[in-house]
């Protein structure tokens, strides 16, 4: 971080400045030109208040050449983050993950069928979801409590691992059983959900907000960390932009860009990202191809009578001709961006 002081700064209380800094644990490299002082903050100034500082008197102008994150930042955790789940499934560090299943728990029969046949396609997690954030109040909204209860009893008849969205905190009762959990993009910056996330040691998996930047999304991921749950996958779904033809915009470039900031596994879901069924294939291969660590796939055994995101859903044999493409091409993915060469 580089401090630059105003030039009518009196001395007196550039010297309170510099001690409230040195007080924090950082080393000043201090230059003083003929119009401005110029002060480098050494050390690490993640909790350092850009804000308090430039709202001193005797500040010009603050900036930070240092992520605010650090948990998560690469620089100080050059390996990839491998997390493993209960069938000993990994992802990260070149593990790839595929997570399937229907956009919400609907029935028994439903998720027990999909489950059967999304690990018999190579899925390893079952997705579905039991608190839906929907748009409207008057849709379909979950089945809450008894939808986490089916899921569980498909982990039960699968051995497949359960990964299902937590909306309020106030639910984490009812996710104790849960094997990985989904902070939705609706919720990625809910700081209190985030900090109650932190607190628990099992995997969480943040989606990347519709508006939100990959540091925003980096941010949130470290509010998780900072309470020293370091099993945080990331997840980009898709960003609302002006085009209209696709239901978000798949921010594919994000891929690299992230595996260069941070250590942690990086997924991608292009359901989400396209809102259409037939665009989910040709972009999970992109997704693929680009170094993702997993995807993760809604998919429906009757797409037509959906009660949530029928339209963006493949049956399951569609799942499964899509499944032999991504294990055919993810062993050449470009990893040029993991730790394996970004530090190299
Ligand atoms: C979902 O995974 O069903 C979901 C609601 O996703 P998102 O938060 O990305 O919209
Ligand atoms: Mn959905």
């Given at each position: 971080?580089?401090?630059?002081?105003?030039?009518?700064?009196?001395?007196?209380?550039?010297?309170?400045?510099?001690?409230?800094?040195?007080?924090?644990?950082?080393?000043?490299?201090?230059?003083?030109?003929?119009?401005?002082?110029?002060?480098?903050?050494?050390?690490?100034?993640?909790?350092?208040?850009?804000?308090?500082?430039l709202?001193?008197?005797?500040?010009?102008?603050?900036?930070?050449?240092q992520?605010?994150?650090?948990?998560?930042?690469?620089?100080?955790?050059?390996?990839?983050?491998?997390?493993?789940?209960?069938?000993?499934?990994?992802?990260?560090?070149?593990?790839?993950?595929?997570?399937?299943?229907?956009?919400?728990?609907?029935?028994?029969?439903?998720?027990i069928?999909?489950?059967?046949?999304?690990?018999?396609?190579?899925?390893?997690?079952?997705?579905?979801?039991?608190?839906?954030?929907?748009?409207?109040?008057?849709?379909?909204?979950?089945?809450?409590?008894?939808?986490?209860?089916?899921?569980?009893?498909?982990?039960?008849?699968?051995?497949?691992?359960?990964?299902?969205?937590?909306?309020?905190?106030?639910?984490?009762?009812?996710?104790?059983?849960?094997?990985?959990?989904?902070?939705?993009?609706?919720?990625?910056?809910?700081?209190?959900?985030?900090?109650?996330?932190?607190?628990?040691?099992?995997?969480?998996?943040?989606?990347?907000?519709?508006?939100?930047?990959?540091?925003?999304?980096?941010?949130?991921?470290?509010?998780?960390?900072?309470?020293?749950?370091?099993?945080?996958?990331?997840?980009?779904?898709?960003?609302?932009?002006?085009?209209t033809?696709?239901?978000?915009?798949?921010?594919?470039?994000?891929?690299?860009?992230l595996?260069?900031l941070?250590?942690?596994?990086?997924?991608?879901?292009?359901?989400?990202?396209?809102?259409?069924?037939?665009?989910v294939?040709?972009?999970?291969?992109?997704?693929?191809?680009?170094?993702?660590?997993?995807?993760?796939?809604?998919?429906?055994?009757?797409?037509?009578?959906?009660?949530?995101?029928?339209?963006?859903?493949?049956?399951?044999?569609?799942?499964?001709?899509?499944?032999?493409?991504?294990?055919?091409?993810?062993?050449?993915?470009?990893?040029?961006f993991?730790?394996?060469?970004?530090?190299?």
């Open positions: 971080m580089i401090v630059i002081l105003k030039k009518t700064a009196e001395r007196q209380q550039v010297e309170l400045f510099e001690n409230w800094l040195r007080s924090m644990g950082l080393e000043l490299h201090k230059s003083v030109g003929e119009n401005h002082t110029i002060i480098g903050l050494v050390g690490d100034t993640s909790r350092v208040d850009m804000e308090s500082i709202a001193l008197d005797i500040v010009e102008t603050v900036k930070r050449i992520e605010p994150y650090k948990n998560a930042n690469r620089k100080f955790h050059e390996e990839d983050t491998v997390i493993t789940l209960a069938n000993g499934a990994q992802i990260g560090g070149g593990r790839f993950l595929v997570m399937a299943g229907p956009c919400s728990v609907e029935t028994e029969e439903q998720i069928s999909v489950a059967q046949s999304v690990k018999a396609a190579g899925a390893q997690v079952l997705r579905g979801g039991a608190f839906k954030p929907r748009t409207s109040p008057y849709a379909f909204q979950g089945l809450h409590e008894e939808g986490i209860r089916l899921l569980l009893k498909a982990r039960e008849a699968t051995g497949l691992p359960i990964v299902t969205e937590i909306m309020d905190a106030k639910h984490l009762p009812l996710f104790e059983d849960i094997d990985m959990i989904q902070v939705g993009a609706r919720n990625m910056q809910n700081f209190e959900l985030l900090k109650e996330l932190g607190k628990l040691r099992k995997p969480v998996l943040i989606k990347r907000g519709m508006a939100n930047t990959l540091q925003e999304l980096l941010m949130s991921a470290e509010y998780v960390m900072a309470g020293g749950n370091e099993q945080v996958i990331l997840c980009e779904r898709g960003i609302r932009t002006f085009e033809a696709t239901r978000n915009t798949m921010d594919l470039s994000v891929i690299p860009v595996h260069q941070t250590h942690l596994p990086v997924v991608v879901d292009p359901s989400h990202a396209t809102g259409r069924w037939e665009l294939a040709p972009m999970a291969l992109a997704a693929t191809a680009s170094g993702a660590d997993g995807l993760m796939i809604e998919v429906h055994n009757d797409p037509e009578h959906a009660l949530c995101d029928g339209p963006q859903s493949l049956r399951p044999d569609r799942f499964a001709g899509m499944m032999e493409k991504v294990w055919a091409i993810q062993p050449y993915a470009d990893r040029s993991s730790s394996a060469v970004a530090f190299s």
